[in-house]
T-cell receptor
Framework: AQKVTQAQTEISVVEKEDVTLDCVYE???????LFWYKQPPSGELVFLIR??????QNEISGRYSWNFQKSTSSFNFTITASQVVDSAVYFC???????????FGTGTRLKVLA | DTAVSQTPKYLVTQMGNDKSIKCEQN?????MYWYKQDSKKFLKIMFS???????INETVPNRFSPKSPDKAHLNLHINSLELGDSAVYFC??????????????FGPGTRLTVL
């Protein structure tokens, strides 16, 4: 079975704090892709990052960083020095080879307070 | 220069009516999707089309009928609307790459409210 778990339903932080959003996935496939999307209050889904199962290098993009660990089936997302504009629902998604669909986690609502 | 567009953005209608949502992408992609996001924000695939052919129909009631007139368009027609159909519907597109997976890019969503 393929599954994505985002155990944190909602997180509140104060501006400038660092925050990590957890994502744990399940798949028996050896080739798969993991994604993070941001859904701000305006409702659109904004692509953040794509990672394939053969690339375990961590990635940093500005204040965003991602930690992919196959050993724990996790693909966590950290926002450094959070800002109010980071307030959104963040989704982790899994796409396995041979399928034409994403399996989404249930999302984590991040609230950054000024 | 919108990549994936959907019309309308909001749709309010009565139970029992028939309605359509249109989706267009100008990214040159060959695969398009419909997802449903319920009131709890849960996102679930409904349909996938590759080169105008239906690839995935994820146990969606047959009141929902997607139609892909060409690779750039995937419309969703819903018959006999029910209260439970109220949700946000997202269209997405990607490019099929042999041995790999391209990123799916999403439209802005259509909020359907059935009264």
């Amino acid at each position: 079975a393929q599954k994505v778990t985002q155990a944190q339903t909602e997180i509140s932080v104060v501006e400038k704090e660092d925050v990590t959003l957890d994502c744990v996935y399940e798949t028996r496939d050896t080739t798969y892709y993991l994604f993070w999307y941001k859904q701000p209050p305006s409702g659109e889904l904004v692509f953040l990052i794509r990672r394939n199962s053969f690339d375990e290098q961590n990635e940093i993009s500005g204040r965003y960083s991602w930690n992919f660990q196959k050993s724990t089936s996790s693909f966590n997302f950290t926002i450094t020095a959070s800002q109010v504009v980071d307030s959104a629902v963040y989704f982790c998604a899994l796409d396995t080879s041979g399928t034409y669909k994403y399996i989404f986690g249930t999302g984590t609502r991040l609230k950054v307070l000024a | 220069d919108t990549a994936v567009s959907q019309t309308p953005k909001y749709l309010v209608t009565q139970m029992g009516n028939d309605k359509s949502i249109k989706c267009e992408q100008n990214l040159g992609h060959d695969t398009m999707y419909w997802y449903k996001q319920d009131s709890k924000k849960f996102l679930k695939i409904m349909f996938s089309y590759n080169n105008k052919e239906l690839i995935i129909n994820e146990t969606v009631p047959n009141r929902f009928s997607p139609k892909s007139p060409d690779k750039a368009h995937l419309n969703l027609h819903i018959n006999s609307l029910e209260l439970g159909d109220s949700a946000v519907y997202f269209c997405a597109s990607s490019l099929f790459v042999e041995g790999s997976k391209d990123t799916q890019y999403f439209g802005p969503g259509t909020r359907l409210t059935v009264l």
